[in-house]
């Protein structure tokens, strides 16, 4: 049974899904312990986007288990697979999650420069032919701008922890521009996996900026 559970890279994609919904969900949980004690809105905001993350984290690995009991929905005349629909409402609550912790601590930078990167939205608007990839391109957009504004906040301050946290960033948007690319190659498993992958370790890398955060507005 192992064997053939190995076997499956829908089965081995859901648990690589599920394991990084359980490392998000740890993180938020530090965040909230931190907020509790610091009242910090960084803190609330990334424990708020890290919850829309694991709920769509893990109902993303849901949807690939059910893949074999998959039926289809009847909407308005229109008809769609039930996995297909756990999949969409996933990317809407990543894309949520990806938002509110990319952009949240842009805004005053933003206020203070007068453009966004033109490539990302570019990227994300016309290369897009189905509502997932739209969703998908969002992701990337966001947390792409994100990591542009931490970079440049990092070279003004020279603070590791701010480092760290734009390599994370880097990680989850490269792992979502391969994503993206799985879907229009969907024969590509590896794509897949090495997307899950690179997220997986853009979620870890989080754990240090967000325990730093947490100790040094504690003490």
């Not at 409402?89 to 912790?101: K, N, Q, S």
């Not at 490539?119 to 701008?145: E, N, R």
Request: net charge positive; charged share 10%; proline share 3%.
């Amino acid at each position: 049974m192992i064997s053939q559970f190995l076997m499956n890279i829908d089965y081995i994609q859901g648990l690589l899904y599920l394991v990084g919904g359980l490392i998000v969900f740890s993180v938020s949980r530090i965040a909230r312990k931190g907020y509790r004690v610091t009242r910090s809105p960084t803190l609330l905001r990334i424990t708020v986007s890290f919850i829309f993350l694991t709920l769509g984290l893990s109902l993303n690995g849901l949807a690939y288990f059910m893949g074999s009991v998959d039926f289809k929905l009847n909407f308005l005349g229109i008809s769609l697979a039930f996995s297909s629909l756990l999949f969409i409402v996933a990317a809407l609550l990543e894309v949520t999650g990806y938002f509110i912790l990319a952009l949240g601590h842009g805004i005053k930078s933003f206020q203070n420069r007068s453009f966004i990167p033109a490539f990302p939205v570019l990227f994300g608007f016309i290369s897009t032919v189905s509502l997932l990839s739209l969703i998908k391109s969002l992701s990337f957009v966001f947390l792409i701008y994100g990591a542009f504004e931490t970079l440049l906040s990092y070279l003004e301050t020279k603070y590791k922890p701010i480092l760290f946290m734009f390599s994370a960033l880097f990680l989850l948007a490269l792992g979502e521009l391969i994503r993206w690319l799985a879907i229009f190659y969907t024969g590509l498993n590896p794509l897949m996996i090495t997307s899950i992958l690179l997220k997986l370790f853009g979620f870890i890398m989080l754990y240090t900026p967000v325990m730093q955060f947490t100790t040094e507005k504690g003490d």
